[in-house]
């Protein structure tokens, strides 16, 4: 999207020129060639596209940081005494000033259109406060431009958080209201259906935020922000979940497009070869030398259903099944989103079995959610051109859920149509699609330390995560649930090893993996991975929870939760340039 800067640039410095040739030049520098003309301000709006996610560290790689993410070392927001007033970042306030110059302008602007414009501007006003609200809570509300001598402005104090976010959702309505585009086939503009699929996410983290944070005396609003998240979600139409003609394929491949299905997809950004435009899913996931190398954590398999709809963990000796069988009969988006005994790849035109490489994984459940199958030269390169999905409609679906279910008005026939399709789109059959639970599910409750214990709930924060793995909100669901310590969760643990020596992982009986301790033995074929799980519990080291036999346990280094974490600190700089900014609880 950068690429809209550049021509928005040109087109001011072109309009200079562009008078008649027998008039004097007139300076048009005060905006008249952009406000006085619809191209002029749909090339403005464009330049706004550049505050979406980004493509290259976006968000497949916003999850690394969570409960469920075995990765690479620990994240700064984790690792003890590591973020301060001094390290914290984000205080930035150079795209707000660019939208509210657009927003003044366009208000005076005579073009009959503008209010589609400024719907648009105001969209992605909202999405810069719910941003800047979820990483500092108090902010400043800022709705003009402000000049370079307005004191009064720079050196104002904070305004409430949630006075902030009522002007967040009156910006997002009167974008719905004013944004004339209601679709695109592309999926890559913002068109009056996205601002209702966004709403709905920020109406529900910001219900759930006055739900849980009690310290703020504000639960008794959370219920209109609930509501506001179904009636808009209700709004929505003209989507519908990705069938492929096998089931096997309707989820993954909605990530491993260039071009988005959209029958699913909301907004996707669009990659361009030509244009050197790429992402790097294949290099972070897959390099053994780049990137957090995320894996999953077996905690989080097992929340992974049976086909039949029954939780896994009923069975009596899960804990001890090896990797080759727990991955039997579940869930088909758990062989859509890490590699399973009949995963393959290609080289060369050529397909290669691939199971679970433990050279390139920490807990032997493989991510392959964003990433291509073919080998070269996706892993070692940044050469992935996959659309980069932020928003669709099965998110849409769980966000009304949650809301649904938070204010007791889950019924049947809701829960069909919303959990109950995103999981026969999973293979998943039985009761479970149709009719609600009235059990809850005592691995669901552990898992969530006890917070909740309504059934329904359980089960719809148990598709939320399924379904969304690796979409980046998983972060933004724990600090708006309180449970910043699932932050900090352990073991960070892998699949099941009943004894030292080699692994088949896939059953075809060419075995795949060796676990040693002491010295290292001689594999019997040469792709075999050798694994020492010595003792050692340094970081970044691996070993067996029962010593010579259990689960594969990795320790990334120490994680450190603190509820003050829940709002980064003011920037130390900023703070000292005006001290009115006060800084958040915790961090004085």
Same mark, same amino acid.
């Given at each position: 999207?950068?690429?809209?800067?550049?021509?928005?640039?040109?087109?001011?410095?072109?309009?200079?020129?562009?008078?008649?040739?027998?008039?004097?030049?007139?300076?048009?520098?005060?905006?008249?060639? &952009?406000?006085?003309?619809?191209? +002029?301000?749909?090339?403005?709006?464009?330049?706004?596209?550049?505050?979406?996610?980004?493509?290259?560290?976006? %968000?497949?790689?916003?999850?690394?940081?969570?409960?469920?993410? =075995?990765?690479?070392?620990?994240?700064?927001?984790?690792?003890?005494?590591?973020?301060?007033?001094?390290?914290?970042?984000?205080?930035?306030?150079? $795209?707000?000033?660019?939208?509210?110059?657009?927003?003044?302008?366009?208000?005076?602007?005579?073009?009959?259109?503008?209010?589609?414009?400024?719907?648009?501007?105001?969209?992605?006003?909202?999405?810069?406060?719910?941003?800047?609200?979820?990483?500092?809570?108090?902010?400043?509300?800022?709705?003009? @431009?402000?000049?370079?001598?307005?004191?009064?402005?720079?050196?104002?104090?904070?305004?409430?958080?949630?006075?902030?976010?009522?002007?967040?959702?009156?910006?997002?309505?009167?974008?719905?209201?004013?944004?004339?585009?209601?679709?695109? @086939?592309? !999926?890559? /503009?913002?068109?009056?259906?996205?601002?209702?699929?966004?709403?709905?996410?920020? !109406?529900?983290?910001?219900?759930?935020?006055?739900?849980?944070?009690?310290?703020?005396?504000?639960?008794?609003?959370?219920?209109?922000?609930?509501?506001?998240?179904?009636?808009?979600?209700?709004?929505?139409?003209?989507?519908?979940?990705?069938?492929?003609?096998?089931?096997?394929?309707?989820?993954?491949?909605?990530?491993?497009?260039?071009?988005?299905?959209?029958?699913?997809?909301?907004? =996707? %950004?669009?990659?361009?070869?030509?244009?050197?435009?790429?992402?790097?899913?294949?290099?972070?996931?897959?390099?053994?030398?780049?990137?957090?190398?995320?894996?999953?954590?077996?905690?989080?398999?097992?929340?992974?259903?049976?086909?039949?709809?029954?939780?896994?963990?009923?069975? @009596?000796?899960?804990? $001890?099944?090896?990797?080759?069988?727990?991955?039997?009969?579940?869930?088909? /988006?758990?062989?859509?989103?890490?590699?399973?005994?009949?995963?393959?790849?290609?080289?060369? +035109?050529?397909?290669?079995?691939?199971?679970?490489?433990?050279?390139?994984?920490?807990?032997?459940?493989? *991510?392959?959610?964003?990433?291509?199958?073919?080998?070269?030269?996706?892993?070692?390169?940044?050469?992935?051109?996959?659309?980069?999905?932020?928003?669709?409609?099965?998110?849409?679906?769980?966000?009304?859920?949650? =809301?649904?279910?938070?204010?007791?008005?889950?019924?049947?026939?809701?829960?069909?149509?919303?959990?109950? =399709?995103?999981?026969?789109?999973?293979?998943?059959?039985?009761?479970?699609?149709?009719?609600? @639970?009235?059990?809850?599910?005592?691995?669901?409750? $552990?898992?969530?330390?006890?917070?909740?214990?309504? *059934?329904?709930?359980?089960?719809?924060?148990?598709? /939320?995560?399924?379904?969304?793995?690796?979409?980046?909100?998983?972060?933004?669901?724990?600090? /708006?649930?309180?449970?910043?310590?699932?932050?900090?969760?352990?073991?960070?643990?892998?699949?099941?090893?009943?004894?030292?020596?080699?692994?088949?992982?896939?059953?075809?009986?060419?075995?795949?993996? !060796?676990?040693?301790?002491?010295?290292?033995?001689? *594999?019997?074929?040469?792709?075999?991975?050798?694994?020492?799980?010595?003792?050692?519990?340094?970081?970044?080291?691996?070993?067996?929870?029962?010593?010579?036999?259990?689960?594969? &346990?990795?320790?990334?280094?120490?994680?450190?939760?603190?509820?003050?974490?829940?709002?980064? *600190?003011?920037?130390?700089?900023?703070?000292?340039?005006?001290?009115?900014? +006060?800084?958040?609880? +915790?961090?004085?």
């Amino acid at each position: 999207m950068k690429l809209y800067k550049y021509i928005l640039a040109s087109f001011i410095l072109l309009s200079l020129w562009a008078c008649d040739l027998d008039e004097n030049p007139v300076a048009t520098a005060n905006g008249d060639a &952009i406000f006085g003309s619809e191209s +002029g301000m749909e090339l403005y709006v464009n330049s706004f596209y550049d505050n979406l996610p980004g493509t290259d560290t976006g %968000v497949f790689t916003i999850d690394n940081t969570s409960d469920y993410v =075995a990765r690479r070392g620990v994240d700064s927001y984790l690792v003890p005494n590591a973020l301060s007033p001094i390290t914290s970042t984000g205080w930035s306030w150079g $795209a707000l000033r660019n939208i509210n110059y657009f927003i003044k302008n366009a208000e005076t602007s005579e073009v009959g259109t503008k209010e589609n414009y400024i719907g648009l501007a105001r969209f992605f006003r909202a999405l810069f406060y719910f941003e800047k609200v979820k990483r500092f809570g108090d902010v400043p509300w800022i709705e003009a @431009p402000i000049e370079v001598q307005d004191s009064t402005t720079l050196y104002a104090s904070r305004d409430n958080r949630f006075e902030v976010m009522e002007n967040v959702l009156d910006d997002l309505n009167y974008a719905i209201e004013n944004i004339a585009l209601t679709s695109d @086939p592309s !999926c890559s /503009r913002i068109t009056r259906n996205v601002a209702r699929a966004y709403k709905t996410r920020i !109406c529900l983290y910001e219900a759930s935020f006055r739900k849980y944070h009690t310290g703020y005396g504000m639960q008794g609003t959370a219920e209109s922000w609930y509501q506001e998240v179904i009636d808009e979600a209700n709004s929505i139409n003209g989507f519908s979940l990705h069938q492929a003609a096998d089931n096997t394929r309707s989820y993954r491949e909605l990530f491993i497009t260039p071009s988005p299905f959209a029958d699913e997809t909301i907004l =996707a %950004v669009l990659l361009d070869p030509s244009l050197q435009i790429y992402n790097s899913a294949n290099r972070r996931f897959i390099s053994p030398t780049y990137g957090d190398r995320p894996s999953i954590t077996r905690n989080f398999v097992n929340t992974y259903l049976k086909l039949d709809g029954t939780p896994f963990t009923d069975n @009596p000796d899960y804990e $001890a099944t090896p990797f080759a069988e727990e991955v039997k009969d579940r869930d088909l /988006r758990l062989q859509q989103t890490i590699r399973l005994g009949d995963y393959q790849r290609t080289e060369n +035109g050529t397909p290669v079995i691939a199971p679970p490489n433990l050279s390139q994984s920490y807990t032997g459940y493989q *991510p392959i959610k964003w990433c291509y199958d073919e080998r070269f030269p996706y892993d070692d390169e940044s050469r992935n051109d996959n659309a980069h999905i932020i928003m669709r409609w099965a998110e849409v679906l769980l966000n009304k859920a949650e =809301a649904l279910a938070e204010l007791g008005k889950m019924n049947d026939a809701e829960w069909a149509t919303t959990i109950g =399709a995103l999981r026969e789109r999973a293979g998943i059959a039985g009761p479970t699609l149709t009719s609600m @639970p009235v059990t809850a599910d005592p691995y669901m409750v $552990a898992y969530y330390k006890g917070k909740f214990t309504n *059934p329904v709930l359980l089960e719809v924060l148990r598709e /939320r995560a399924i379904e969304l793995t690796f979409e980046g909100l998983r972060p933004d669901d724990l600090r /708006r649930w309180h449970l910043g310590e699932l932050f900090e969760e352990a073991p960070m643990n892998g699949i099941y090893v009943a004894a030292l020596g080699e692994q088949d992982l896939n059953g075809d009986g060419i075995m795949d993996v !060796c676990f040693y301790q002491g010295e290292r033995p001689q *594999p019997s074929n040469p792709s075999v991975v050798m694994i020492d799980v010595s003792s050692d519990t340094s970081e970044g080291g691996r070993k067996l929870s029962n010593g010579s036999s259990g689960e594969l &346990i990795y320790n990334p280094g120490q994680r450190q939760w603190e509820d003050r974490k829940y709002l980064y *600190p003011i920037p130390q700089g900023d703070y000292e340039q005006n001290t009115n900014l +006060g800084q958040n609880p +915790g961090w004085e």
